[in-house]
């Protein structure tokens, strides 16, 4: 597969689109350009960051280029969490169908053909930005998208540092599970 700038789209098949964007600044968007609110996350922010009508998503801010695979099951895909630094899962409500990534100044990167409704998206993050290519460091990111029911925000792997930055608790209660319990109650 080439390597794409922002605007170029590989479609492997049609539930597939493969694109690599600039990251001068360590987000990007998957966007349904509409006023509507994605009722199935609050506006917490995190790695991922909902606002009217498109979802904000974080990347390593060490990466100058992020790779960003979008893919659509027609079920709860194959659990590939062990491969990535830090994966969160939430519920996804598409109002229209017509979702599209966009690179941080909201240029157009891929086109993402859903059907209108309810959808759990798992959202991937590799930062591989520490290996150097030819285009500069890179990160990757997946995204997943199957038909679900909405249901709460998930993070079901935080080891990297982005995740950390973003969601800390995952760090601390696993700190906190790890403090020995003392033997005589507190007073």
């Given at each position: 597969?080439?390597?794409?700038?922002?605007?170029?789209?590989?479609?492997?098949?049609?539930?597939r689109?493969?694109?690599?964007?600039?990251?001068?600044?360590p987000?990007?968007?998957?966007?349904?350009?509409?006023?509507?609110?994605?009722?199935?996350?609050?506006?917490?922010?995190?790695?991922?960051?909902?606002?009217?009508?498109?979802?904000?998503?974080?990347?390593?801010?060490?990466?100058?280029?992020?790779?960003?695979?979008?893919?659509?099951?027609?079920?709860?895909?194959?659990?590939?969490?062990?491969?990535?630094?830090?994966?969160?899962?939430?519920?996804?409500?598409?109002?229209?169908?017509?979702?599209?990534?966009?690179?941080?100044?909201?240029?157009?990167?891929?086109?993402?053909?859903?059907?209108?409704?309810?959808?759990?998206?798992?959202?991937?993050?590799?930062?591989?930005?520490?290996?150097?290519?030819?285009?500069?460091?890179?990160?990757?990111?997946?995204i997943?998208?199957?038909?679900?029911?909405?249901?709460?925000?998930?993070?079901?792997?935080?080891?990297?540092?982005?995740?950390?930055?973003?969601?800390?608790?995952?760090?601390?209660?696993?700190?906190?599970?790890?403090?020995?319990?003392?033997?005589?109650?507190?007073?």
């Amino acid at each position: 597969m080439k390597t794409m700038a922002t605007g170029d789209v590989t479609t492997a098949h049609p539930d597939r689109v493969v694109c690599v964007l600039d990251a001068k600044y360590p987000y990007f968007y998957l966007s349904e350009n509409t006023s509507l609110i994605n009722p199935g996350l609050s506006t917490w922010t995190g790695m991922v960051t909902a606002s009217r009508g498109k979802l904000q998503l974080q990347v390593p801010w060490t990466a100058e280029w992020v790779r960003v695979v979008t893919e659509i099951h027609p079920g709860e895909p194959d659990d590939v969490v062990e491969a990535y630094d830090d994966v969160i899962e939430l519920g996804y409500w598409s109002a229209t169908g017509l979702a599209a990534v966009l690179d941080w100044s909201q240029t157009l990167a891929g086109p993402v053909d859903l059907l209108p409704g309810d959808y759990r998206l798992r959202y991937h993050v590799r930062d591989s930005s520490r290996e150097e290519t030819g285009r500069g460091k890179v990160a990757e990111a997946l995204i997943q998208l199957w038909r679900a029911r909405l249901g709460a925000k998930e993070e079901l792997r935080i080891t990297g540092a982005l995740g950390n930055f973003w969601h800390p608790g995952a760090r601390l209660r696993s700190v906190w599970n790890d403090l020995p319990c003392p033997s005589t109650p507190l007073r």
